[in-house]
């Protein structure tokens, strides 16, 4: 199957050429040539089918025979080794639990599909994939590479900006994950890996990838959980359910629209955004206009400049769908901590990402219809933050894997800004 570059749709590439690119000339992302359209009785057998073999087929139907399908079975059967639960709340609202994966996030998804991919693909010579990140992401992806043969990762992070319990989770794997404690803030690892992929000289030595969930391989992953959601209801419910998304830089979002476009049977989405709500706002008046990003309690989805969204609008416009049918809403943390404790009355805890997208699900739902939201990270990922909002009348116990994470030592070198020392350190994994 073939993917071009929505900047400019000269530019095709295969599956596996847009996996190991990432992004296309002038950051240009990729969307598929061919939208994959099942027909009401094979949505019906998808929904019958277990989760692998489901996912098998929907990831089928954007890779083609570009990859044996006995691999990339393989590929799936083990990247998606943990449970996906629907839980019900109330009568009409239901969470899809996708936080438990080894780093407790629903970008487990995403990040080990993508390794599985790129192992499987890449045999000949040793690649090192460079990611930025502000917590989620890099321990996500560190995860899933770590101990894969042929693959480096190196992390980069801003030292002392990120939570000790995130520096633990990925700064302590060792052989080849490497961390990169750097001096100064998100913006400034995120200059520092784009320095990396535009030095000609690095990239005629190694093989670079980028992770950021620009790459088409993550997003595809998560299209199957939006699946694995409704085969867990009643079919009486289909077409009547609401799905509410915490959008940050709208990959997520992007996955539940391309499953909807494939044929799953759900009536509309919700985009849930904290008070960094450049979407919220272009649906509303029109125009788009990033302002600085503030940092928020669901500090995940604290991002003014989505990436994904442009990949949202080529989806539309291929489908000839109206982006006016979008539903939005934003919640600023006053309101989210008044969210949390309100779902505590459900006797279920949450935390200020699904907090954020239950608000807006439960004030825009209707009579008729069924709502379900994503809970995208695992509340104990926000211990402090959630006992302080229950007054510490509430202990949060933590998975013991995490337990294992923060006893072990931190193993990251420091860098500067100075971009020498982060190609130095590249150099030096060759
Ligand atoms: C990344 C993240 C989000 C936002 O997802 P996008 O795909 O970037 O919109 C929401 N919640 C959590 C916990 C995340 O880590």
Not at 53 to 66: C, Q, T
Not at 152 to 174: A, D
Not at 314 to 323: D, P, T, V
Request: with cysteine; proline share 4%; charged share 20%.
């Amino acid at each position: 199957m073939k993917f071009y570059n929505i900047k400019n749709s000269n530019e095709q590439v295969s599956f596996v050429q847009a996996v190991k690119q990432g992004i296309g000339y002038n950051d240009g992302l990729f969307f598929p040539v061919n939208l994959p359209r099942f027909t009401i009785s094979e949505v019906n057998d998808l929904l019958e089918m277990d989760f692998i073999n489901r996912s098998l087929r929907i990831l089928l139907s954007y890779v083609g025979d570009e990859i044996p399908v006995n691999k990339l079975l393989k590929c799936i059967s083990s990247a998606f080794i943990f449970p996906i639960p629907l839980v019900l709340l109330k009568n009409n609202i239901a969470v899809l639990e996708l936080f438990h994966g080894p780093t407790l996030a629903f970008k487990d998804f995403g990040g080990r599909f993508m390794a599985q991919i790129i192992s499987e693909l890449n045999t000949e010579k040793l690649m090192i994939v460079l990611v930025a990140t502000s917590g989620d992401t890099g321990a996500a992806i560190a995860h899933a590479f770590y101990g894969l043969n042929n693959v480096h990762v190196v992390i980069l992070y801003p030292e002392g900006k990120i939570s000790s319990f995130q520096e633990k989770l990925f700064c302590t794997l060792g052989k080849n994950i490497h961390s990169l404690a750097v001096n100064g803030d998100f913006d400034t690892c995120q200059m520092l890996v784009k320095q990396a992929f535009s030095d000609s000289n690095l990239k005629h030595k190694l093989k670079l990838n980028s992770a950021n969930s620009i790459n088409i391989s993550r997003l595809l992953a998560q299209i199957c959980y939006y699946f694995e959601a409704l085969a867990q209801l009643p079919k009486d419910l289909y077409y009547k359910i609401v799905i509410s998304v915490p959008s940050g830089n709208f990959g997520n979002l992007t996955a539940g629209l391309l499953a909807k476009s494939i044929g799953l049977p759900v009536k509309r989405f919700i985009i849930a955004t904290n008070i960094n709500d450049t979407v919220p706002r272009f649906l509303y008046n029109g125009y788009w206009d990033p302002k600085s990003t503030i940092t928020t309690l669901s500090n995940a989805m604290d991002v003014s400049h989505p990436s994904n969204w442009v990949r949202i609008e080529e989806l539309f416009r291929r489908k000839s769908w109206s982006l006016s049918k979008l539903a939005y809403g934003s919640v600023d943390d006053s309101l989210t901590v008044a969210t949390i404790r309100e779902i505590a009355n459900f006797g279920y805890i949450s935390e200020p990402h699904a907090a954020v997208s239950y608000r807006v699900l439960s004030d825009q739902l209707r009579n008729d219809e069924f709502g379900i939201f994503l809970g995208t990270a695992h509340p104990a990922k926000f211990k402090h933050e959630i006992e302080n909002i229950f007054s510490n009348n509430l202990s949060l116990l933590l998975p013991c894997s995490l337990l294992k994470f923060s006893k072990l030592p931190i193993l990251s070198r420091k860098i500067s800004s100075d971009f020498n020392q982060l190609r130095d350190f590249l150099l030096s994994l060759a």
